[in-house]
Structures are given as structure tokens and as C-alpha cells.
């Protein structure tokens, strides 16, 4: 009897081990462009293992532009996306099955950026300047709703597309008379100055009228409906880095160099990862978020986010905020 179950509890075991081994899901994470300090959270998720021991094999790859991150959550491509909550709202309009199961960056951080020797010392001298951006980049959606608070119109500015990897380097070296870019003050600032360049003049999209929801994680309705489990372990996982991320910066920005090397993992690309990963954090919450609960879609800022859309971005719905987020998936 005691020889059988020397081979029974071996054998058990080993079938115990395999179930847990097929119990870990592949997941695909697409970002919004490639690793800069704001994902400095998902890369401390992966580090301390949170996303694995959720049962979750995250693969976390690059993207081109928000909207872009989002459509391939929406065609199956990917299984979440950090994105612009607005870029994802404009295509879950046009009949994206697309979900904001949570909010990281609560408050936006968009801005016009410029250069500090063009002479444009407020946003009306802009009228005649070339403006660089990327397409698809979340930042372009309330563009002109900003320009139309300031008293201007889309073809008073040149707004011309360059590829992401360039936009720095052409704002650098004022590509084709342009004196500035659109981008986030969460990065690009940081990366500027990294490069050589001195502080930007800023134009915060929030000082024309424009508060919106900032980033969020975007899902399928399929997966929200087929595999709900899967979506809370991850939305689970994610808020628990980012608060450990709240607690201890510099150990997300080390996860992230460990995951980038390169540049990234020198000492002055750490410092940008911090510089960038510190604006994120500082918009964690927003001000409606009293309770201060990470992750949380606002309902007064979505349904803010939404008329904003409506009434100066030509969005077409007749759906209600609610119906492009949940927080039924918060830890």
C-alpha cells in the first residue's frame, strides 16, 4: 500500500503542477507608444510578479498612437490597451466593442508645447506656425476644440505628422520652421531636456476648457463577457503596481530600465523615467475622485469627458458616458 502511494502522491503533484502551469493565460498588453516612464508601473507588475501570480503571462508590447493601441484591442490583436480615454470613446462611437475597465492617468496631460526661442509667448501667436504632431496620437483629439476656446481655427496652425520617434528630434531642431509640438507634459517635456534642449513654453489643454479623463485600459466587450475573470486579475494586478509605484518610484523606474536596458537603464535615462513617471503619479486621482480609489472610472468626469466630445469634437452617440466604462472589475 505504501508503494502505491509513492507513486500516487508524486503523480498528483506533478498533475497539480501542470493544471497551475495551464491556468496561466497569455495576455497581451499594448501600449500607447514604446516603454516611457508612465508604464514604469506595469513594468514593477511584471518584476515583482503580480501579473504571474494572477495566473497571467503578460506580454507587453509598443505602440503607435493611442487610437492605433486601441484598434488592436478592438480586432483582437491584443488583449488590453493603455490608451487615451478619449481616443478609445471616439472609436467605441463608431462601433468599437470597446471598454474602459480603469483609469490610470485620471486627468489629462495634454499640451501644446513650444519652443522657447520662437517668440510665442501666448497661444493666439501661434496663428501662422507649424506645429508638429503623430498620427493617431491621443493628444490630437481635443486639438481643436483648444484652438476654438483660444479664438483660432484648425487652418490658422500648419499641423503637420511626423513619425513618433522623430517628433522630439524635428521639435529639436525646428523641422521645416515648426516651433512646436502637441505631446504630453507627462513625457515630453522630459525627454526635451534629455536631449539637450531647454524648457519648453507650455500650453496646458486644461487651460481651454478642456478636462478630460486621461489614459485608461481598454478592453473587448467579448472578453468583458466571456472571460470576466481574466479582466479582474489583470485590472487587479495593474492597480496594485501602480500603487506600489505611488510608494516607491524609483523601484518602478529600476523594473522598467531592467525591462528596456539601453539608454533607459543609464542614469540619465532613469532620471527622464522619474521625471515622467513622477507626472503620472500626480494624476493618479482626480479632484471628483475624493475617495482616492486607483483605478477608478469618475462618472462626473467621463460624463464631462462626453460633452466635451459632443459639443466641440463632432462625436456622434446617443449612449450615456456610462456606457464606455465599468469599474465592476476594481480590486
Same mark, same amino acid.
Given at each position: 500500500?505504501?508503494?502505491?502511494?509513492?507513486?500516487?502522491?508524486?503523480?498528483?503533484?506533478?498533475?497539480?503542477?501542470?493544471?497551475?502551469?495551464?491556468?496561466?493565460?497569455?495576455?497581451?498588453?499594448?501600449?500607447?507608444? $514604446?516603454?516611457?516612464?508612465?508604464?514604469?508601473?506595469?513594468?514593477?507588475?511584471?518584476?515583482?510578479?503580480?501579473?504571474?501570480?494572477?495566473?497571467?503571462?503578460?506580454?507587453?508590447?509598443?505602440?503607435?498612437? @493611442? %487610437? @492605433?493601441?486601441?484598434?488592436?484591442?478592438?480586432?483582437?490583436?491584443? #488583449?488590453?490597451?493603455?490608451? %487615451?480615454?478619449?481616443?478609445?470613446?471616439?472609436?467605441?462611437?463608431?462601433?468599437?466593442?470597446?471598454? @474602459?475597465?480603469?483609469?490610470? #492617468?485620471?486627468?489629462?496631460?495634454?499640451?501644446?508645447?513650444?519652443?522657447?526661442?520662437?517668440?510665442?509667448?501666448?497661444?493666439? =501667436?501661434?496663428?501662422?506656425?507649424?506645429?508638429?504632431?503623430?498620427?493617431?496620437?491621443?493628444?490630437?483629439?481635443?486639438?481643436?476644440?483648444?484652438?476654438?476656446?483660444?479664438?483660432?481655427?484648425?487652418? =490658422?496652425?500648419?499641423?503637420?505628422?511626423?513619425?513618433?520617434?522623430?517628433?522630439?528630434?524635428?521639435?529639436? *531642431?525646428?523641422?521645416?520652421?515648426?516651433?512646436?509640438?502637441?505631446?504630453?507634459?507627462?513625457?515630453?517635456?522630459?525627454?526635451?531636456?534629455?536631449?539637450?534642449?531647454?524648457?519648453?513654453?507650455?500650453?496646458?489643454?486644461?487651460?481651454?476648457?478642456?478636462?478630460?479623463?486621461?489614459?485608461?485600459?481598454?478592453?473587448?466587450? =467579448?472578453?468583458?463577457?466571456?472571460?470576466?475573470?481574466?479582466?479582474?486579475?489583470?485590472?487587479?494586478?495593474?492597480?496594485?503596481?501602480?500603487?506600489?509605484?505611488?510608494?516607491?518610484?524609483?523601484?518602478?523606474?529600476?523594473?522598467?530600465?531592467?525591462?528596456?536596458?539601453?539608454?533607459?537603464?543609464?542614469?540619465?535615462?532613469? *532620471? *527622464?523615467?522619474?521625471?515622467?513617471?513622477?507626472?503620472?503619479? %500626480?494624476?493618479?486621482? %482626480?479632484?471628483?475622485?475624493?475617495?482616492?480609489?486607483?483605478?477608478?472610472?469618475?462618472? @462626473?468626469?467621463?460624463?464631462? $469627458?462626453?460633452?466635451? $466630445?459632443?459639443?466641440?469634437?463632432?462625436?456622434?452617440? =446617443?449612449?450615456?458616458?456610462?456606457?464606455?466604462?465599468?469599474?465592476?472589475?476594481?480590486?
Amino acid at each position: 500500500m505504501k508503494s502505491i502511494c509513492k507513486l500516487i502522491v508524486p503523480t498528483l503533484l506533478l498533475a497539480l503542477a501542470s493544471g497551475a502551469a495551464r491556468a496561466s493565460e497569455d495576455v497581451r498588453l499594448r501600449l500607447n507608444w $514604446m516603454y516611457y516612464g508612465s508604464h514604469a508601473g506595469f513594468a514593477l507588475g511584471k518584476d515583482r510578479d503580480y501579473y504571474k501570480d494572477a495566473g497571467i503571462n503578460l506580454d507587453i508590447r509598443s505602440g503607435n498612437g @493611442s %487610437s @492605433s493601441a486601441h484598434r488592436l484591442v478592438a480586432n483582437g490583436d491584443s #488583449d488590453f490597451a493603455y490608451g %487615451s480615454c478619449a481616443a478609445m470613446t471616439t472609436l467605441a462611437a463608431q462601433g468599437a466593442p470597446l471598454v @474602459s475597465v480603469g483609469v490610470i #492617468d485620471a486627468s489629462g496631460t495634454e499640451a501644446v508645447i513650444v519652443r522657447p526661442d520662437a517668440g510665442v509667448r501666448n497661444i493666439a =501667436d501661434l496663428k501662422g506656425k507649424k506645429l508638429l504632431t503623430t498620427a493617431n496620437a491621443g493628444v490630437n483629439t481635443f486639438f481643436p476644440l483648444v484652438l476654438k476656446n483660444a479664438g483660432l481655427k484648425m487652418s =490658422d496652425i500648419n499641423l503637420t505628422n511626423v513619425p513618433d520617434g522623430a517628433l522630439v528630434s524635428s521639435y529639436l *531642431q525646428g523641422t521645416g520652421g515648426a516651433v512646436g509640438i502637441l505631446g504630453g507634459i507627462d513625457d515630453k517635456p522630459a525627454e526635451i531636456k534629455a536631449n539637450g534642449g531647454d524648457d519648453p513654453v507650455i500650453f496646458p489643454y486644461s487651460d481651454f476648457g478642456v478636462n478630460q479623463v486621461g489614459y485608461c485600459l481598454s478592453a473587448h466587450k =467579448d472578453t468583458l463577457a466571456e472571460n470576466p475573470g481574466l479582466v479582474k486579475k489583470f485590472v487587479g494586478a495593474t492597480v496594485k503596481a501602480y500603487r506600489d509605484a505611488e510608494r516607491n518610484p524609483d523601484a518602478a523606474v529600476d523594473a522598467i530600465a531592467d525591462i528596456v536596458g539601453g539608454t533607459m537603464a543609464e542614469e540619465q535615462g532613469k *532620471q *527622464q523615467a522619474r521625471s515622467v513617471l513622477d507626472v503620472t503619479l %500626480s494624476v493618479l486621482y %482626480s479632484a471628483a475622485n475624493e475617495q482616492r480609489v486607483l483605478g477608478m472610472n469618475i462618472p @462626473s468626469d467621463w460624463d464631462s $469627458m462626453l460633452k466635451l $466630445m459632443k459639443d466641440f469634437n463632432d462625436l456622434e452617440t =446617443d449612449q450615456p458616458a456610462s456606457a464606455f466604462y465599468t469599474n465592476d472589475f476594481l480590486p
